[in-house]
Nanobody, 124 residues
Framework: VQLQASGGGLVQTGGSLRLSCAASGRTFNSYSVAWFRQAPGKEREFVAA????????YYDDSVKGRFTISRDKAKNTVNLQMNSLKPEDTAVYYC??????????????????WGQGTQVTVSS
């Protein structure tokens, strides 16, 4: 599976962006998908996931109610709609695919496939 992330950019506080991750490979729909982010000088952190096992979505508390993850199985894509953006959302965002167990859905080690990252910058 190969992943290609896009949609990042510069936006003002309170604005919105929609990230997309296009996947190649016929098995993509059998994987859980997630978005992680990494700010300068910080470790990569979990943002959101859509689990293939139960079709549930999971969010970090910092983005809950503002971000929405969705996948289009027909198009082999996963999207992240980001609303009410804050300066602390500034980071490189990575999409990922894998088969983590539900209890580890937010851990990067469970994902074996990663996109190249797309920069999101939120100005104050």
């Amino acid at each position: 599976v190969q992943l290609q992330a896009s949609g990042g950019g510069l936006v003002q506080t309170g604005g919105s962006l929609r990230l997309s991750c296009a996947a190649s490979g016929r098995t993509f729909n059998s994987y859980s998908v997630a978005w992680f982010r990494q700010a300068p000088g910080k470790e990569r952190e979990f943002v959101a996931a859509a689990a293939v096992q139960n079709s549930h979505t999971y969010y970090d508390d910092s983005v809950k109610g503002r971000f929405t993850i969705s996948r289009d199985k027909a198009k082999n894509t996963v999207n992240l709609q980001m609303n009410s953006l804050k300066p602390e959302d500034t980071a490189v965002y990575y999409c990922a695919a894998g088969r983590p167990i539900i209890s580890s859905i937010s851990r990067s080690l469970g994902y074996g496939y990663w996109g190249q990252g797309t920069q999101v910058t939120v100005s104050s």
